[in-house]
């Protein structure tokens, strides 16, 4: 991690539907962050703070309503698929493609010269240790693999930034637990700049190095707290002092903010 | 058996229910030839089926029906070359807004399910008694089912995928190309082996209704001159025609699924 700044957004807020409509949601309200070159920040927050909104946001799917994100110095209006590759919740793999072409098709979108891509899909599929499932479908891996395989992709586009939306989110402990072990070393071993979005305290203390903590919606960044651990980090740290002692801090800060969007989300007036 | 595995008694199975239908037809057979050679019923009702045998081994024989199944099939082709053509193309540019879907798709499915059929006589004034009208109305009723898979096909195609698509920096024509056709393409395909089913009716049903010529055209003209053993011949001939193409069909979608 560097103090050099890769991304940088600036009092970005965002709403879904036009003002007035029945279906006017204030999803993120003018936040502003900076994200370092090369550290692991993890976005945590009540459900619809609007933390994969933001995230989406930074990788131009989506345009705010209000303010800049700029990329490497770069305003962003559209999908930066050099900058920025993204890893999604869960099945955004083509079912219909291996896994080989999988890979291969998203550096194929990307632009990446025919003559590269096969090298370049093998190293990916390589540091994610699925060479030996290249030629499986999708649908007949277990949801762990399946994450491998995206991850790979993401990892084939050789971008500088991974956007990351709840990767492990529909996974079990235990793969959740050894796939966030592997991050780690990869992070260690790339020097990528990762935005991971999450809904687990443990996750996110155990992977970041600073977290961002979400208000209700229209959620914006009430705190950032920095996890001062080297990676790649061992699964003992899980069990450290230092690590339950964050994991609680996290717990105080987002337990007011998930009360308040339960009140919201029941109907009655927080 | 234990001992068998899952693949053995999936084909020992196939086997055991193909065996019953034949059986099946082979009842069938028999009690036909028991009911006009033993029971006595009326010989112009249901003629002898050795005497239908032997007037199908002249037909094929004589090549008497080359002609008529020419003709037939020419207007199924043709019919099904366009409405194969428009529906994918309506489809299509139906089911890239979400508005148009809106629209169209109770339309065509509110249409779909009157029996076009009725229209015969109208399109019959407007195309004639030849192939011509037959083409219109087997295009007609064949255009809707395959309008609407595609619809759906293409339609239903996940946000997601379509998401992950633009993100890694997908051009309109790779997205076409390598994420709605390959997810459209399995339910495009159910849809025109549907249309391919209702043309061949509506075709031959039309044929046996208003026509000059044809296999339906045929039948009809035997049953009128009486003569029930040939007639029946034609008929089994016409199922066994559309059984083959069925088959050939069904076939082809199986391949097209398996390897968009």
């Known amino acids: ?270 | 058996m234990k001992a068998a595995t899952d693949q053995h008694q999936g084909g020992r199975q196939a086997l055991a229910s193909h065996a019953v239908q034949v059986c099946f037809l082979l009842v069938l057979i028999v009690l036909w030839f028991l009911a006009t050679n033993r029971w006595g019923v009326n010989r112009l009702l249901l003629p002898d089926p050795v005497a239908v045998f032997w007037e199908l081994w002249d037909i094929l024989k004589s090549g008497e029906f080359v002609g008529d199944l020419r003709i037939t099939l020419t207007e199924l082709a043709a019919a099904f070359a366009i409405s194969a053509t428009s529906g994918v193309t309506a489809g299509y540019l139906v089911s890239r807004s979400q508005y148009r879907i809106r629209v169209f798709e109770p339309l065509f499915a509110g249409i779909y399910s009157i029996p076009i059929i009725l229209f015969l006589p109208l399109y019959v004034l407007f195309f004639g008694l030849g192939p011509a009208s037959k083409i219109a109305l087997g295009a007609t009723i064949s255009f809707f089912p395959i309008v609407l898979s595609t619809i759906a096909g293409f339609g239903t195609v996940d946000k997601l995928l379509v998401t992950a698509a633009r993100s890694m920096g997908a051009s309109d024509y790779q997205l076409f190309r390598h994420v709605l056709l390959p997810a459209a393409f399995p339910v495009v395909l159910t849809g025109m082996r549907m249309g391919f089913t209702v043309a061949l009716l509506s075709i031959i049903g039309s044929e046996t209704i208003a026509s000059l010529a044809g296999l339906g055209h045929r039948i009809v003209h035997l049953a009128e001159a009486m003569e029930m053993p040939r007639m029946f011949a034609y008929i089994a001939f016409v199922v066994a025609i559309a059984a083959i193409l069925n088959l050939i069909i069904s076939r082809l979608e199986a391949r097209g699924r398996r390897r968009p």
């Open chain 1, 1 to 270: 991690m560097t103090s050099e700044v890769a991304i940088r957004i600036d009092g970005v807020s965002h709403a879904f539907g036009e003002e007035g409509e029945a279906h006017h949601v204030r999803a993120l309200r003018d936040t502003s962050l900076d994200i370092f070159r090369g550290e692991l920040l993890c976005l945590i927050g009540p459900s619809g703070c609007g933390k994969s909104t933001l995230l989406n946001i930074i990788g131009g799917l989506l345009a705010p309503t209000t303010g800049t994100v700029h990329v490497s110095g770069k305003r962003v209006d559209g999908p930066t698929p050099r900058e920025i590759a993204f890893v999604f919740q869960e099945n955004a793999l083509f079912p219909w493609n291996t896994v080989f072409e999988n890979v291969d098709l998203g550096m194929l979108f990307q632009g990446v010269p025919r003559a590269q891509r096969a090298a370049r899909a093998w190293r990916a599929l390589e540091t994610v240790g699925l060479k030996d499932f290249a030629q499986h479908y999708p649908g007949q891996l277990s949801g762990g693999m399946r994450q491998r395989a995206a991850l790979a992709r993401a990892l084939s586009l050789e971008t500088e930034i991974l956007l990351m939306d709840e990767p492990f989110g529909a996974l079990d402990e235990q793969t959740r637990m050894i796939l966030g072990e592997d991050l780690s070393v990869l992070l260690a071993n790339t020097n990528k700049t990762i935005a991971f979005v999450t809904h687990s305290l443990g996750e996110a203390t155990f992977l970041a190095d600073r977290v961002a903590v979400f208000s209700a919606r229209p959620g914006t960044i009430k705190e950032i707290i920095t996890i001062d651990e080297p990676h790649p980090r061992k699964p003992d740290f899980v069990t450290s002092e230092k690590f339950t002692k964050i994991r609680n801090r996290l717990y105080g800060l987002l337990h007011d903010e998930v009360r308040q969007t339960m009140a919201q989300t029941m109907g009655s007036t927080p």
